[in-house]
DNA sequence: TAGATTGTTAATCGATTAACAATC
DNA sequence: TAGATTGTTAATCGATTAACAATC
């Protein structure tokens, strides 16, 4: 086995890496140092050096990375070097929200579904995309070879949407509902947690409220 | 000094502790083991403890946790024994959903002020809180002793919206935009990335794409 | 060649896990 | 007292940082 363990740390870098090399090479700059990336996105030259030494030699020495090139080596290396289908369970305020951002559309992400139970919201569309019954969520994804699905529905609802996008065969899922959720061991779970990130402002403030 | 560097890691654990607390006393449970936590939020019960073990001895030995009173001294741990005032720069999709988001207010978090500057939306209301222009953002931020700001406009107004918030003496601020802003140091800053949340499954999936 | 910067190894630092004495 | 479970220390594991040889 060639892979040695990859942080996961090192993977979330990698994707604001490539979202800085993205904007660079759209400003037209051609060539950068790993001095420059760590600058640019508040790291170390040291890390950008090792987080990209994973995965093989991408630079020149020295003379630095080219961007453009660089940029296609960490899209490939995050999988986006193709389209992924995405469905968004939950049509409320969060989850009409995610499907209008125009942030993942701008990586490679698809959305191809909405899914909502309220009667009152099938047969509307968001963005374009027709929201269907839960119902309906299994033939959608394999109709449509769906990959992600995120969760976007109250609490007590996320473990049956989970289970049901267990079932309908979906490879991995995006959970936003503050809650934990367990999923087959071969289907990838990551949950964001919006109060949690809140909270983690609010320990701090209190931690450094005296240091005046 | 006493306290040691907690960390992060343990913050993010300590407030899923408390959801899942708040859970179970709202169930009418009132007694819990480090064990039982553990399985409640997918954990090792040495880690429930050793995060615990940080801020004093909450547990009876042999006995356990009481839930309700674990539960408030990781409320109060966290600071969130107390109301804590947050705005929200840009009214768009995103904006509004975390306007209406419920896990906030759950938290003791009241979003006390919407801005965008659209003159379309200006004057309008989200929720009941009127949206007002960003030139108004000091003031109400001042007259309000506004604590938190959140960010969700598109990348590109994002630094101007820090400096903004910045300058209206906001202590900490959550950036929902994708991209690398700077705030004087003095200022809690933190990110959530919602396309790198995306990438880190497409990278797990392309890494175990062989593994069947 | 001299200067710059990479890729990589070794040293350090930090977080998690295991083990167990304390004690209810 | 016997069984259970905490709090805490020591051992392990993993990630970051520093240093430098390789090399453009």
New binding site residues.
């Given amino acids: 086995m060639k892979t040695l ?1 990859i ?4 993977i979330i870098r990698l994707s604001v890496y490539s979202r800085y090399l993205t904007q660079l090479d759209k400003k037209g700059v051609s060539s ?4 420059e990336i760590a600058e640019g996105v508040g ?5 950008v ?2 987080d ?2 994973y995965f093989g ?9 080219n961007v453009k090139d660089l940029n296609q080596h960490i899209v490939r290396i995050l999988g986006l070097n193709r389209n992924w289908k995405v469905i968004i369970v939950g049509a409320g305020n969060l989850g009409s929200a995610l499907t209008q951002y125009k942030g993942f559309k701008e990586r490679g992400f698809e959305i191809t579904g909405i899914f909502d139970n309220d009667l009152n919201k099938v047969g509307l569309a968001v963005n374009g995309i027709p929201i269907s019954p839960i119902n309906k969520l299994k033939e959608i994804v394999q109709d449509n070879k769906v990959d992600i699905g995120i969760i976007a529905v109250p609490a007590p609802y996320a473990q049956d949407v989970a289970d049901a996008m267990a079932e309908s065969g979906i490879k991995a899922i995006l959970n936003f509902a503050p809650v934990v959720i367990s999923v087959p061991p071969d289907l990838e779970l990551r949950n964001v947690d919006l109060a949690v990130n809140l909270e983690i402002l609010t320990f701090n403030l209190e931690l450094h409220k005296d240091k005046n």
């Fill in positions: 363990k942080p996961e740390a090192t950068i140092s790993s001095g790291g170390s030259p040291a890390q050096r090792k990209l030494a030699e991408f630079g020149t020495r020295g003379v630095g990375y």
